[in-house]
């Protein structure tokens, strides 16, 4: 088996030298071997395997990476206990190990671990081996570094990794991934918007970035919403974007109605991520998104489906023309002076065929075809129609349903009184409708 976008002859020679201060060699040899898939650093010999899961038995080229500037830097690690995340064959922390750390833990799912265990062994060096599923357990360890290589690989271990390194307490952390990925840079988004601080940032085929730890989570002061079959975190100490709305409880309520299979989905101003959390069992994909994601992210890490990535309406990040079946967003309309930006992302991300689906506060007038220059809802719906979207439908959705008694923990004071939402059905106009 061969490494995506790899050449596949296995007579293909890869070499690198760098000095190597901490070895009795004058020099650091890499070499890569696509038939064995061997690989030796310095003294060591590491090997891939075909047995592992989830391509743990691949030697990626963030691993060689982090042992490349390990061995030019080896005081990053000399001394210091060291973690590494997603081991897989276990190049970055065995290197580590090497140059004098004082204690190394692999970490992988614990069918991977077999192998980062005997190549350890092959290698005469003393390591500790641990199961560690960033999906399903906290990440309780103490350390001083921890390594990670090509670790988000695909959208749904984002939410994940990035709450097992908030839950990690360490110093630096070390990241290296694929800089062709278009992943790996919006983690880097991801990692900005929980605090993380970027120390170094080297960006050739992979992106190698070196990063202080983030601010103590304020996890001690979460609260807990209920809806239907599903229980997420709110936290009052982020503001309102930290709460659950009841508009986002009547978005979901609604949508649950609807045929979604299928569906890609993405959550605008997302919060704590409720809304497209509550159908992710019935769609293909869910992107949660905003300007700060820690919270949706502690919601979604369970969730194999769904992913958080930061978005700010309005500002293109690179070629960013990524597209979705359906676009939702709860209680993002009454701040007009953002309307002309939500509307534009809007119809920026649907896809031609796709649809939107936005709560709103009543009409001030309490009509349909209000005309108050001060109603939000009517605002929004003409600066929609500026950007070529057409409102197909205005649904009144209540807040609380009675008869099923489905929601808990849900602060009514964040109603304004009423006690039911406007649905705003959206939809990209047609090209024969233009003018």
Not at 138 to 150: P, Q, S, T, Y
Not at 245 to 260: K, N, S
Not at 357 to 386: E, Q, V
Request: proline share 4%; glycine share 8%; net charge negative.
């Amino acid at each position: 088996m061969t490494r995506p976008g790899t050449a596949t002859n296995p007579n293909l020679s890869h070499r690198w030298k760098a000095p190597c201060t901490s070895c009795d060699q004058t020099k650091l040899e890499y070499e890569e071997l696509w038939g064995p898939r061997e690989i030796r650093v310095g003294g060591l010999s590491v090997q891939g395997s075909d047995e592992c899961v989830e391509f743990g038995g691949e030697v990626w080229p963030g691993a060689k990476a982090i042992a490349r500037l390990l061995a030019e830097r080896p005081d990053l690690v000399r001394g210091r206990r060291v973690v590494e995340l997603g081991c897989g064959a276990g190049l970055a922390g065995l290197t580590a190990a090497s140059l004098g750390a004082a204690s190394v833990t692999l970490t992988d799912l614990e069918p991977n671990l077999g192998l980062a265990a005997a190549n350890a062994r092959a290698n005469g060096l003393v390591v500790s081996c641990e199961p560690l599923d960033w999906r399903r357990h906290e990440a309780r360890l103490e350390c001083d570094v921890v390594l990670a290589a090509d670790v988000v690989y695909k959208p749904s271990l984002v939410a994940p990794l990035l709450c097992a390194l908030r839950e990690i307490a360490y110093g630096l952390l070390v990241l290296a991934n694929d800089e062709r990925s278009a992943n790996q840079r919006r983690f880097a988004t991801c990692l900005e918007s929980c605090g993380f601080r970027l120390l170094e940032e080297h960006a050739t085929d992979v992106l190698l970035q070196l990063y202080g730890p983030p601010p103590s989570s304020s996890s001690g002061q979460m609260t807990e919403v209920r809806f239907a079959d599903l229980a997420v975190r709110q936290d009052a100490t982020e503001g309102l974007g930290g709460l659950v709305w009841p508009g986002a409880v009547a978005l979901a309520r609604y949508l649950r109605t609807l045929d979604l299979t299928g569906s890609s989905v993405l959550e605008l101003g997302c919060g704590a991520g409720l809304v497209g959390l509550a159908i992710a069992d019935r769609v293909a994909s869910v992107v949660l998104s905003d300007e700060l994601v820690g919270l949706a992210a502690t919601n979604a890490r369970t969730f194999d489906n769904a992913t958080v990535r930061v978005l700010v309406w309005g500002l293109r990040r690179g070629e960013d023309d990524q597209s979705f079946d359906l676009v939702i967003g709860a209680e993002l309309t009454p701040y007009l002076d953002a309307h002309d930006d939500l509307a534009a992302e809007i119809a920026h991300r649907l896809r031609p065929t796709g649809r939107a689906f936005l709560t709103a506060a009543p009409f001030r007038s309490g009509k349909n075809d209000c005309k108050t220059t001060t109603c939000a809802t009517h605002n929004f719906i003409n600066t929609a129609a500026r950007h070529r979207l057409v409102v197909d439908r205005v649904l009144q959705a209540p807040i609380l349903d009675d008869k099923n008694g489905d929601v808990q923990g849900l602060d009514l004071a964040l109603d304004d009184g009423f006690d039911h939402t406007l649905i705003l059905e959206l939809r990209l106009a047609s090209s024969s409708s233009l003018p």
